[in-house]
């Protein structure tokens, strides 16, 4: 009792989540009560209780229940939080003080003012950025050639271009990092693949963002093992890379907690210093996965990453140097960072009533992504990187599929037939086990049509990504048809992956195919030939 009439001259009392907390005027800092809390274990050490003292763990419990039942709701935040109602983004410096942006004002106030409270994670590092001198930046999302952000971060991998151009992936991944400065803008936390050979700089380039919000100790981790440690880590950090992420193939609990994660979901623990209850926690890191091969796949999973490819680099530089060259320019760099936030609520506020159609999963992202370019004048750029990444992320569930290689080539062969008739999954079963289709055996029994059918109804959102998939009715026959009409960008995609294939065996298999299918558009004028 004497240690809560004590705190609660010094600071208030609040609770989340039925985690009890509390807020110290002195240092401005929030504090959980929780036995394996680093602050309030030192916190306790002024009351001259040690971490070991069975004691401590006794006014840990009174302090903790009385904070529940007492303590005034709250929702505390790790690093920024974007208000709505005032259209306002509050940043930590982790030094008892907050970045407030506005439309039309920056200024630096106290942790706690507008009742907006942060906790300071154990390895965040304070900065400070000169608000005097901030630059003269135009833009919000749009990536100009003079960009800090370009210079320190994204020009420093070499970019795999075969899904998206080396300034679509700079710029989608600026698009994306700005989100962390502003959480709460838009719901969902879209997970960073980042996929590449050992030399290619992506853990280095994921780990250059984390220098830049946590500090120059942030580093790249193994993903956890522990069903408990992944959860540690995705509720007490605001950023986290995982690096070697190739276990995630086989564990389900951690891509349940993946999923969570990036539609900004909470897990529940149980905590001994509010009554051993069960207590809710946010997953508050957004999560960068660094990998030399694709980990998992599925549309669910898909669906919600960003993924970028990048290649070996020729040169290389020691990583200790590399990290002091860019702390040394952090809070420049953050700077550019306010500036650019700042631009970004402005575009959002002009067209907050913009209406924004879009097939991309994850739509508010999509959302705030296109209301931005189009105040900025590049929404016709902008609605062509979705487009691009919508097509990767069905690459990405798929690879390897040898349905979608089959589907590919058939569709290659037939683009007209494919997309003018209506097709049922019978139909597309024989069609696809054609003898000129030589990618591949379908998985499943000849004839078997629910095996068909389900099939394209679990991977819907891919095939309509990759080949333009429409699903009717038929009526009549009381079964589901489909047809596929792709775009001209998927087209030229089809078309470049027939190429590959060897052109005697293309040949021979042409000539074949006037007998066996007079049907098939199949040109035998090797000039004009481009595929089976």
């Not at 320190?152 to 070499?158: A, E, G, N, P």
């Not at 907690?257 to 890191?285: C, D, H, P, W």
Request: proline share 4%.
């Amino acid at each position: 009792k004497t240690a809560w009439d004590d705190l609660s001259t010094r600071g208030q009392f609040f609770t989340s989540g039925g985690l009890g907390m509390v807020f110290l005027d002195e240092d401005r800092k929030l504090v959980d009560i929780s036995r394996d809390g680093h602050d309030f274990s030192n916190l306790m050490i002024r009351y001259g209780l040690l971490p070991s003292d069975p004691m401590k763990d006794a006014v840990g419990k009174y302090l903790g229940a009385q904070a529940y039942q007492f303590g005034m709701p709250t929702e505390p935040h790790l690093f920024s939080h974007y208000e709505p109602k005032t259209r306002t983004v509050y940043i930590s410096e982790f030094d008892g003080n907050v970045i407030r942006i506005s439309g039309d004002r920056i200024e630096r106030l106290p942790n706690g003012t507008d009742g907006v409270l942060f906790k300071t994670p154990n390895n965040c590092q304070p900065y400070r950025v000169n608000l005097d001198k901030l630059p003269n930046i135009a833009y919000g999302l749009r990536l100009t050639p003079d960009s800090l952000l370009r210079k320190y971060i994204t020009s420093q991998v070499d970019w795999d271009e075969e899904q998206l151009t080396s300034e679509q992936n700079q710029t989608l991944f600026i698009v994306q990092m700005l989100t962390l400065f502003m959480r709460g803008v838009i719901r969902t936390r879209p997970l960073v693949l980042l996929t590449g050979p050992s030399g290619s700089g992506k853990t280095m380039l994921a780990e250059r963002v984390g220098w830049l919000l946590v500090g120059p100790d942030f580093q790249a981790v193994d993903m956890p093992d522990e069903k408990d440690d992944f959860e540690a880590l995705v509720t007490g950090t605001p950023f986290a890379v995982l690096d070697n992420v190739k276990k995630f193939r086989n564990s389900s609990s951690i891509q349940s907690l993946l999923m969570i994660t990036a539609t900004g979901g909470g897990v529940t623990k149980r905590e001994l210093y509010s009554t051993n209850r069960q207590v809710e926690f946010a997953a508050q890191a957004t999560l960068y996965l660094s990998a030399i091969q694709s980990p998992f796949r599925g549309d669910e999973v898909a669906n919600r990453l960003l993924i970028f490819q990048t290649l070996k680099l020729e040169a290389y530089q020691a990583s200790a140097e590399i990290m002091h060259e860019f702390t040394a320019h952090r809070e420049e760099i953050m700077g550019e960072v306010v500036v650019r936030i700042q631009n970004i609520l402005k575009a959002l506020h002009h067209n907050q009533n913009m209406s924004i159609g879009t097939q991309f999963r994850m739509a508010d992202f999509a959302t705030y992504f296109l209301k931005v370019a189009s105040y900025e004048g590049w929404r016709e750029e902008a609605d062509g990187l979705l487009a691009a990444v919508g097509e990767s992320q069905g690459s990405y569930a798929v690879e390897d599929d040898v349905v979608v290689e089959l589907l590919s080539l058939w569709i290659g062969v037939n683009p007209t037939k494919s997309a003018e008739r209506w097709w049922s999954a019978a139909e597309l079963d024989a069609e696809l086990r054609s003898a000129y289709l030589r990618a591949g055996k379908l998985p499943w029994n000849e004839g078997d049509s629910k095996a068909m059918a389900s099939y394209i109804r679990n991977h819907q959102d891919t095939l309509v990504k990759m080949f333009g998939l429409e699903e009717g009715k038929d009526t009549h026959m009381k079964m589901r048809k489909y047809r596929f009409k792709p775009s001209a960008e998927m087209l030229f995609r089809l078309r470049d992956e027939v190429d590959r294939r060897s052109e005697p065996q293309m040949e021979n298999e042409a000539h074949r195919l006037v007998s066996r299918f007079p049907d098939a558009e199949i040109p035998l004028d090797k000039s004009d030939w481009w595929g089976i």
